[in-house]
């Protein structure tokens, strides 16, 4: 290990900035280990498999951020804006498909989740490294699949299918339903992968209770992967039957139930939010930790609330069905289990402002957005318990309300999580540091636009204004105005991203291994990583994000690589 | 540059020495046969129907029992792999709880062994439930 | 893909092992673990895809019990007998196969798993006739349900979840006879020793599964 490769000394009480530009690029690593076209669209290397998803995943975000612009520009006005009745159910159908389907549930398990699992356990790579490109693949044609098919057929059920419109009408569904069962393959091959990984590759010294919070988070959501999606993919089935050959297991005319069909989407896509948010969960535990410069308060109950959250997320689905006719013990049931959820949040919630409390804090880019997370994530979360009381819900279901409810989590904390994430992981991942200053700025847009755009949804649906509803009284104009000015907001915050990321992915200061002078273990190997992730493997002596002796510098974080 | 055993990371293999004889296969076999016929057999004597329903798939189970442990070498086999199997089955268990608890609370039909409650809406008891049409109507 | 015409012939006259994967090196133990526990996880999928349509099964059952005891009647139980009992012995020649494969008796799973596919295909054949008296009854699913010996209301939802439960168990006995002869084929050449022998155990673990489903569908849909 050389001396003349540290990162910069941190004391307990200096925040360390983004460290100057003095370091060497990398002579070797895992962008450069094969140029040619084949070399990437073949690759077996877990971190080049992670950025075709960030690639593709990038792209579903910017197509599903057009329908989201497009639905609230056409909300301007109470009446007809911009498009007709059909297109508008066509465009919200369309957002939450793409949305969800191609964006959240892949975005930081399989971009984030592939990078770092293997390099924060001391593996050199993920268990099934051909399955995981398997596993990209299968995303990338469902993908193709399901929004060539919503673009064809004008699918307009929403993304929810509900029988019984989604099997009779006479715009197309198959298509989407294959295109998501595909997706559905790909999701399961990726859980399956990282769970095997973590009981499997962990280097020796790494303990389960040494794993970072990170992959505690990842193992978590990868469980609900396995175990939920595979009843997405016999709904699908179940739906496309029905469509084409009017079987009758959701008609009442027939005898079927359509309740039947509520059960079974939902008791997947109930788990499915949580795939969505334990992997932010699992960012904001790491950048808490780096951006205080404090070991995690509470390790333990964080890494056992990620897997209370799984567990319990499973139990909750009928909160979907509290005024669809499901019966009163079970909306009893469902409600009081859907309120456990937020015991198992707020742990976490309060672990991390523990870490925060007295800590070194660095305000960057990525510490805006972990501010973000929690605010949004105690607000989102507490409408949820709120949703979850049965009497309040049969006023806000279908309205608004419920609608700025998800997008507090979903917006609000799992895309906060994953733009933490990329700021917090860009140095290492790519070896170059972006402007700090534009980084600050389009996160004061983001967290900013989010609140003038959610806010008044909340406040939409709470005086009766419905979800999926082209017109709307005169009334809620003023609102849907605001809503979609903090849209606009929002969408310049992430052109900005865009721009200063794509920037410095070329022309950015050299990072060094250790930019943040982070306590992470994917920190002890350089930036970017050698294709086989370690020069030499790390001794994991200390636990992970362990800042009690920094008043030295731990040789472990210094690379042996120094040109 | 090897690294060593991960400490802990994997438990010992349980299955680097097979059973030497192949007999415990057939035993198993014969066992599922007869399981299978006693399933048969009960569901020719006069119980009531839940009966039928309780001891056809407590049998079933026991034969899944057998073929998972003997056949599909769950007996010897890591600890994980029960786990993942039990769990499994747990999770299907809370579907159809969590599902049929709502057939059968939702209405007070007649298959149903809930009494109603005052305010339930019992008009729907009147409602006759159609046969599938003659012609195919959609 | 390991290329069994890199691997030499030993001289116990099976192919020597294929090396362990770079990022397992050191470390075989855990590989093997890994693929027996990954295939475990993919069989809880399988499980869980088949759980909607137990429960659909289960939700229809409580709605209409006369047209389900009625449609019950209406099954072959010859049929569905024979097919359990086709399916448990395939069941026991994997075994008996697998066995043999560990112990690197190649020859001997060979011909195992010949019979095993041959007792899946026959299960498909007893399927088929089952069907085609299913159709030319009119005990069809849904709307083009015409059987009139089923009098009480219900009578398509039941075949609505008989076909749909026989009918995705059969596309998995499919792609099970598929595993298992891609297994077979590679057992004619010899690849498997008591130190590789996953590829026979995985595709075993499948038909396994095939087979538990069918232990529950089978009392389910003819004889309760």
């Given at each position: 290990m050389s001396s003349s490769a540290s990162s910069p000394p941190a004391t307990a009480n200096s925040a360390p900035a983004?460290?100057?530009?003095h370091y060497t690029f990398p002579e070797h690593h895992y962008l450069n280990n094969g140029k040619t076209v084949r070399s990437w669209l073949l690759t077996l290397d877990h971190k080049r498999i992670a950025l075709l998803y960030l690639s593709v995943v990038l792209v579903s975000f910017l197509l599903g951020g057009i329908f989201a612009m497009v639905i609230r520009i056409e909300l301007l006005t109470p009446g007809p804006t911009i498009i007709e009745a059909l297109t508008y159910n066509r465009m919200f159908t369309l957002h939450g498909v793409v949305m969800i389907f191609l964006f959240m549930i892949p975005a930081i398990p399989a971009v984030f989740g592939n990078f770092f699992l293997p390099i924060m356990i001391g593996a050199k790579d993920v268990a099934f490294p051909r399955w995981n490109l398997v596993s990209f693949y299968l995303y990338l044609f469902g993908a193709i699949l399901a929004v060539w098919g919503m673009v064809n057929g004008g699918t307009d059920t929403g993304w929810t299918f509900y029988t019984p419109y989604s099997t009779t009408t006479a715009q197309g569904v198959l298509p989407v339903l294959l295109g998501v069962f595909v997706i559905g393959f790909s999701s399961i091959l990726t859980g399956l992968n990282f769970i095997v990984t973590v009981h499997t590759l962990r280097a020796p010294g790494i303990t389960w209770f040494k794993l970072p919070l990170f992959i505690w988070a990842i193992y978590a959501t990868a469980i609900i992967q396995v175990l939920a999606t595979p009843v997405i993919g016999l709904v699908a089935m179940l739906l496309s039957a029905e469509s084409a050959f009017g079987f009758g297991f959701f008609d009442p005319a027939r005898g079927g139930d359509p309740v039947l069909f509520q059960h079974l989407f939902w008791f997947y896509s109930h788990p499915a939010v949580y795939i969505m948010v334990l992997p932010a969960m699992g960012v904001i535990s790491e950048t808490v930790a780096a951006y205080s410069r404090k070991n995690v308060f509470g390790y333990g109950m964080i890494a056992a609330s990620s897997l209370g959250i799984a567990f319990v997320g499973f139990f909750a689905w009928g909160h979907h069905l509290?005024?669809?006719?499901?019966s009163a013990f079970d909306a009893g049931a469902f409600a009081v289990i859907s309120m456990l959820v937020g015991v198992f949040t707020a742990i976490k919630v309060f672990n991390w402002v523990g870490t925060l409390y007295k800590g070194a804090i660095a305000f960057t880019a990525p510490f805006a957005y972990i501010c973000g997370f929690l605010f949004f994530l105690v607000f989102g979360g507490m409408t949820g318990v709120a949703l979850a009381t049965v009497s309040l819900d049969i006023h806000w279901q279908d309205t608004y309300f419920v609608i700025a409810h998800f997008h507090f989590i979903m917006v609000g904390a799992v895309i906060m999580g994953f733009l933490a994430g990329l700021h917090y992981w860009f140095p290492k991942m790519f070896g170059r540091t972006y402007h700090e200053g534009w980084s600050l700025v389009a996160a004061a847009l983001i967290v900013l636009g989010f609140n003038a755009t959610f806010i008044p949804q909340f406040l939409l649906g709470n005086a009766g204004m419905p979800r999926r509803y082209y017109e709307y009284p005169e009334r809620f104009q003023a609102l849907n105005v605001a809503s979609t000015a903090g849209a606009s907001l929002l969408a310049f915050g992430f052109i900005i991203i865009a721009i200063y990321l794509g920037f410095a992915l070329l022309y950015g200061p050299v990072a060094g291994p250790n930019p943040w002078g982070s306590r992470g273990y994917e920190w002890m190997t350089p930036s970017p990583p050698p294709t086989e992730n370690f020069d030499v493997t790390p001794s994991y002596e200390h636990p992970p994000h362990d800042y009690t002796d920094d008043a030295v510098d731990d040789p472990g974080f210094a690379p042996a690589r120094t040109t | 540059m090897t690294t060593p055993p991960a400490s802990g990371s994997v438990p010992a293999p349980a299955h680097e020495h097979p059973p030497v004889s192949p007999l415990r296969y057939f035993v198993v076999w014969g066992g599922l046969l007869a399981l299978t016929l006693t399933t048969f057999g009960v569901s020719k004597r006069p119980m009531s129907g839940q009966a039928h329903l309780g001891a056809a798939i407590f049998i079933a189970c026991v034969k899944v029992f057998l073929v998972a442990c003997f056949f599909m070498h769950?007996?010897?086999?890591e600890g994980t792999n029960k786990l993942v199997f039990g769990v499994s089955f747990f999770f299907v268990a809370t579907m159809l709880f969590f599902v049929l608890a709502d057939v059968a609370t939702r209405f007070t039909l007649s298959n149903s062994y809930i009494r109603p409650l005052?305010?339930?809406?019992?008009?729907?008891?009147?409602q006759q439930r159609p046969l599938a049409p003659e012609a195919p109507a959609k | 893909m390991e290329a069994t015409s890199a691997r030499v012939m030993t001289a116990e006259g099976y192919l020597a092992p294929p090396p362990t994967p770079h990022h397992y090196e050191g470390n075989p133990g855990a590989h093997k673990h890994a693929v027996r526990f990954g295939m475990w996880l993919f069989l809880a999928t399988e499980i869980l895809l088949f759980a909607g349509l137990f429960c659909g099964y289960f939700v229809f059952r409580a709605d209409f019990p006369e047209a389900f005891d009625q449609a019950a009647r209406h099954l072959s139980l010859a049929l569905g007998t024979t097919n359990t009992f086709l399916l448990l012995t395939s069941s026991l020649t994997v075994a008996l196969a697998h066995h043999n494969a560990e112990h690197g008796h190649n020859r001997n799973a060979f011909w195992l798993l010949v019979v095993s596919i041959a007792m899946g295909g026959g299960f498909l054949c007893i399927k088929a006739v089952e069907y085609t008296e299913k159709f030319r009854e009119g005990a069809l699913p849904g709307r083009f349900f015409s059987f009139s010996e089923i009098t009480a209301p219900g009578g398509p939802m039941f075949y609505v979840v008989y076909f749909f439960a026989t009918g995705l168990h059969a596309l998995h006995v499919i792609v099970g006879m598929s595993l298992l002869t891609w297994v077979a084929v590679r057992c004619w050449h010899k690849e498997f020793s008591p130190t590789h022998y996953a590829p026979v155990e995985n595709a075993g673990l499948y038909w396994h599964l095939v087979d538990l489903v069918w232990i529950f569908l089978y009392p389910l849909l003819y004889l309760v």
């Open positions: 983004i460290s100057p530009g509290f005024t669809s006719g499901q | 769950l007996w010897g086999s005052p305010q339930v809406d019992q008009s729907i008891l009147q | -």
